[in-house]
């Protein structure tokens, strides 16, 4: 195999994945033996501000090429090098309260390094790996160690549209991808022409933008991710931050947007003194992925018409300081609640409704804009970690 770049991917460039910039810093060929066969793929390391960084990993599979996205993590419940090696094809693992099942081991090589590798990879160097899958929830988690350091990895698929729209590329298979459930959810939709335009506006943008990449509008759609196992129980209490909230509701959510289609928990949580806030797991379908918001007051132009009629990349402005940087509009999306229990507020005021929404962002916030043709939210706040919201509220399986 040559290790030459099959991908129009390049070190050096800069794109934006997520709301967050990152810049290619470099590119490394791995290879094993799978039956016998010698198998290759390129890993390409993805460094932004703060520390932050990603690897994008580029493959041929069975149907054809393949994008997936890893981060590096720390699991809730630790494993050495040692366990790690006892681990065999069908074993189940569950290192953040999430049972996969082991699915190859081996042992990687590293065959070419171009640019900045990640700290520590050199030609050369061989290291002992498994991947277990999570099929429910559509995720992989890799462990990889040499000698006694061992470190863990999780992340899932990724479409090439999203790689070529993040960094700027010419062309992208599967653009396709998850536009076909997107539609399909929005004509059941029963909500009045002035506030469906500016998501109908949104879903015939992008197939034109697939047509003119000469895709066919016929690809099925990616299939929908399911909610994350539930972990937070009605009643539990705990410090988030220096407040302390009680969960008091809990509602299963189905989001469609041009990523894909994924259910996500919302926790209605309520302070002492009855201030209340909405803890989001998998907020951009990553289980892994929590999101504390707190009401926003809407902008008196902001209306259900208005915000339809937002697309991606405008600004959105809540009144910010002179000189404050404000949100940028990131996606557009459909979405309904599949279930409700507690006290759940606005999502109760929704019914069986869908509603329409984006998300914006800022250098430090999120902001969640939602409506349909009589209501509109806004909550905004930022990404708390897993470790903490399991310390504030010990959750079950």
Known sequence: MSIRNPTSLR????????????TVAGRVVFSTRVDGETYYWNEFNLVGGYGASLTLVFEEGEDGPEWKVFQLFEPLRAMTAAEAAAK?????????????????????RVVEVEGTAP???????????????????????????????????????????????AFGLPSADSVYSGIKGFNSFAQSSGLKIAV???????????????????????????????????????????MLGVIAYTVAGHAVVE?????????????????DDGARA????????????????TPAGAPADLTPFRAAAKRVGEPVSLGEPTGKAGFVVRGLFLCGT???????????????????????????????????????????????????VFTAFQPGD
């Open 11 to 22: 070190v050096g460039l800069t794109g934006e994945l997520d709301g967050r910039r990152y």
């Open 88 to 108: 065999k094809v069908g074993d189940t693992v569950s290192l953040d309260g999430e049972d996969a099942r082991v699915t190859l081991v081996g042992q990687s």
């Open 119 to 165: 700290e520590g990879v050199e030609p050369g160097d061989m290291a002992n790996y498994w991947n277990a899958d999570n099929t429910r929830y559509n995720r992989m988690t890799v462990a990889s160690w040499t000698g006694g350091e061992i470190e863990f990895y999780k992340g899932g698929g990724i479409t090439s549209y999203r790689v070529a729209k």
């Open 196 to 238: 469906i335009v500016g998501a109908a506006l949104f879903v015939g943008v992008v197939f034109y933008q697939a047509w003119q990449e000469g895709e066919p509008p016929t690809v099925a759609p990616a299939a929908k991710l399911a909610a994350p196992a539930l972990r937070l129980a009605l009643g539990a209490h705990g």
């Open 255 to 271: 989001v469609a947007g041009v990523g894909g289609r994924f259910e996500r928990h919302e926790y209605e949580l309520e302070a």
């Open 278 to 293: 909405r803890l989001v797991q998998a907020f951009d379908g990553d289980s892994h992925d929590w999101r504390l918001l």
């Open 338 to 388: 599949v279930s409700a229990e507690g006290r759940v507020a606005d999502l109760r005021a929704f019914g069986d409704q869908e509603f329409y929404g984006f998300v914006a962002r800022d250098r430090e916030e999120t902001l969640l804009v939602r409506w349909n043709e009589t209501t509109l939210t806004l909550e905004r706040g930022r990404a708390v970690s897993e470790k903490e």
